[in-house]
């Protein structure tokens, strides 16, 4: 069975930061792009960042670009997300996701058939 498993979320005041983790399990996903997705209350689903197989491509929303840094241990089935200078409206739920086809490359949600749990980020002003 597969499973990704966030971690590092918390509460952090504006201008913090955040290293958050992601360990996947049950398969290896070194030929394929791994990502972050983010959710408010009350708002829609909302692409983060994506990384490519080897690392050396990465995509970032317009939001976080200059703030966040995706990147992958694939040694460790891991992949992370450095968020730094954070804002209260970067709170949400952040999702890792993976591609279950390899060397596709997407922003697109549909495409991602892995998905963890999610891990709670809160910023306060």
């Known amino acids: 069975q597969v499973q990704l498993v966030e971690s590092g979320g918390g509460l952090v005041q504006a201008g913090g930061s955040l290293r958050l983790s992601c360990v996947a399990s049950?398969?290896?996903?070194?030929?394929?792009?791994m990502g972050w997705f983010r959710q408010a209350p009350e708002n829609e689903r909302e692409f983060v960042a994506a990384i490519s197989r080897s690392g050396g491509i990465t995509t970032y929303a317009n939001s976080v670009k200059g703030r966040f840094t995706i990147s992958r241990d694939n040694a460790k089935n891991t992949v992370f997300l450095q968020m730094n200078s954070l804002k209260p409206e970067d709170t949400a739920v952040y999702c890792c996701v993976a591609d279950g086809v390899p060397l596709r490359f997407s922003r697109n949600p549909e495409v991602y058939d892995y998905w963890g749990q999610g891990t709670p980020v809160t910023v306060s002003p």
């Open positions: 049950g398969r290896t996903f070194r030929s394929n792009t």
